[in-house]
């Protein structure tokens, strides 16, 4: 199994010239196909075992599918499944060549399996709890990475990722300058968790990710 080489320059230093320079960055083929497949499986498999729960928004993580319509699973770094050990490896990896970089102080790592069922998305949001929107709030999520486990995922199933471009103090209309992401298998994306407001746009099959935001201390 093949994990992306952070020590390779290239592809390190395009996430963070990308970062510095957009605040937010998109890494096709970040995971090869062997590692996204296995972590697809899993993901169904923890689903049929009725580990997934149906998202909350906010704080009190009150459900609402209409505002999200996902299923999570949020997974521990001491699980031993191997795609997993992989997976939070690589994360870790990640957090610490960014901090180098860039000095954000990512201090730890949350994350889950997002299952979206067809014809459900996210309204749109930022991820940071209001309560953190101040500068350097303690545990505030600072940086939000998500990767996609949809091999062959057909453009016409929709289930972007719409990501609005502008800073905006209420929330954009839908038409506001945006970038559609789709979510193809083994993409990363990562952008600043408190600067893009973002929806996830309904598909017609189900749709899956791991999502994890790095958070300061
Ligand atoms: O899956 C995506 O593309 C984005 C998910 C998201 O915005 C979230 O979980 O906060
Ligand atoms: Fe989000």
């Given at each position: 199994?093949?994990?992306?080489?952070?020590?390779?320059?290239?592809?390190?230093?395009?996430?963070?010239?990308?970062?510095?320079?957009?605040?937010?960055?998109?890494?096709?083929?970040?995971?090869?196909?062997?590692?996204?497949?296995?972590?697809?499986?899993?993901?169904?498999?923890?689903?049929?075992?009725?580990?997934?729960?149906?998202?909350?928004?906010?704080?009190?993580?009150?459900?609402?599918?209409?505002?999200?319509?996902?299923?999570?699973?949020?997974?521990?770094?001491?699980?031993?499944?191997?795609?997993?050990?992989?997976?939070?490896?690589?994360?870790?990896?990640?957090?610490?060549?960014?901090?180098?970089?860039?000095?954000?102080?990512?201090?730890?790592?949350?994350?889950?399996?997002?299952?979206?069922?067809?014809?459900?998305?996210?309204?749109?949001?930022?991820?940071?709890?209001?309560?953190?929107?101040?500068?350097?709030?303690?545990?505030?999520?600072?940086?939000?990475?998500?990767?996609?486990?949809?091999?062959?995922?057909?453009?016409?199933a929709g289930g972007a990722l719409?990501?609005?471009?502008?800073?905006?103090?209420?929330?954009?209309?839908?038409?506001?300058?945006?970038?559609?992401?789709?979510?193809?298998?083994?993409?990363?994306?990562?952008?600043?968790?408190?600067?893009?407001?973002?929806?996830?746009?309904?598909?017609?099959?189900?749709?899956?990710?791991?999502?994890?935001?790095?958070?300061?201390?």
């Amino acid at each position: 199994m093949r994990t992306p080489d952070l020590t390779s320059p290239t592809l390190l230093t395009t996430i963070i010239d990308q970062l510095s320079e957009h605040h937010y960055c998109v890494i096709d083929q970040f995971l090869a196909e062997p590692i996204v497949a296995e972590l697809h499986a899993l993901a169904q498999a923890r689903r049929h075992a009725g580990l997934t729960r149906q998202a909350g928004t906010g704080k009190s993580a009150t459900t609402n599918a209409n505002l999200r319509g996902d299923q999570i699973d949020w997974l521990e770094p001491e699980d031993t499944h191997p795609a997993l050990q992989q997976y939070f490896a690589l994360m870790a990896d990640l957090q610490q060549q960014i901090n180098r970089a860039l000095m954000l102080g990512l201090d730890s790592y949350e994350t889950h399996f997002a299952i979206y069922p067809p014809g459900t998305g996210y309204s749109t949001h930022i991820d940071q709890f209001i309560q953190h929107r101040v500068a350097a709030a303690p545990g505030a999520r600072t940086l939000t990475a998500i990767i996609y486990l949809n091999q062959n995922w057909p453009e016409a199933a929709g289930g972007a990722l719409r990501l609005y471009l502008d800073t905006h103090e209420a929330l954009p209309a839908q038409e506001a300058r945006h970038l559609d992401i789709a979510p193809l298998g083994g993409r990363l994306v990562l952008f600043l968790s408190a600067r893009f407001w973002h929806q996830v746009l309904p598909a017609s099959q189900d749709r899956l990710s791991v999502t994890g935001w790095f958070k300061t201390r």
